[in-house]
Structures are given as C-alpha cells and as structure tokens.
C-alpha cells in the first residue's frame, strides 16, 4: 500500500511540476523575455483556466497523499525514540555497563593508580 501510494505521489509531483512550468508567467521574470509576448505556446483565456485549474487539483492531490504517506510511515514504525534504543543497549542504569557485569566500554586506567610492576619474561 506504501509503496503505490509512494509512487502514485510521485507521479503527481512530476505533473504538478510540468503544469506550473506550461503556466505564462505574469511578473514579468525579471525581463528574461517570458512575460507577455504573443508567441506564448497557449494563448486564450481558457487554457489559463484549465492550467490553474489542473495546478489547484495537483496540488490538493499532492498535499492528501503527503499527509496519507506521513500517517502510513507513523503506523509502521516502533514507538519511542532511537536514543531510547541506545539507553537498553548500555544497560539498565545507563553507566555504560551491562547486565551481566562486564563492561560495554573499554575501561581507561586511572590516572590516580600506581603503575603495575615490569615483568620480564622468564628464560629457561
């Protein structure tokens, strides 16, 4: 359902995109020569109609299925946050250490601790 539902938004993206690029535009752009010449592709009150008309609709279809694609991925998903994962990997104090005793950090000497003793190998 997800992934129709994905692919059918991104059909109406792409179209929604086309049809606002076909509109002429009315600001003048900047004077880049797209305003208001008589060599427009659609000329005629009508096709303006059709095309603002064509944008509104994309563009209702485009917010429904962002909204329907947002309330499909909150159902899939596990509750809770992903730092609530990392918490009960450390362990149940949250120390950094787990169940069972050990570790699951490597433990740094003390800077406070009396250095261990040289041994030399025994030679036979």
């Known amino acids: 359902m997800t ?3 994905l692919i059918v938004h991104l059909i109406i993206a792409l179209t929604l995109v086309g049809v606002v690029l076909l509109q002429r535009s009315e600001g003048g752009a900047l004077g880049m020569g797209g305003g208001g010449g008589g060599g427009n592709m659609f000329s005629g009150r009508g096709a303006a109609n059709l095309l603002t008309r064509a944008t509104a609709v994309l563009a209702a279809a485009f917010f429904s299925t962002s ?3 947002t309330v499909l991925a909150g159902q899939d998903g596990e509750e809770g946050s992903i730092f609530d994962n990392v918490e009960q990997s450390e362990g149940s104090d949250g120390s950094g250490e787990a169940g069972d005793g050990e570790s699951a950090l490597p433990q740094l000497p003390s800077l406070n601790a009396e250095p261990d003793e040289p041994q030399v190998p025994a030679s036979e």
């Open 67 to 69: 909204i329907l694609l």
């Open 3 to 5: 992934a129709v539902l």
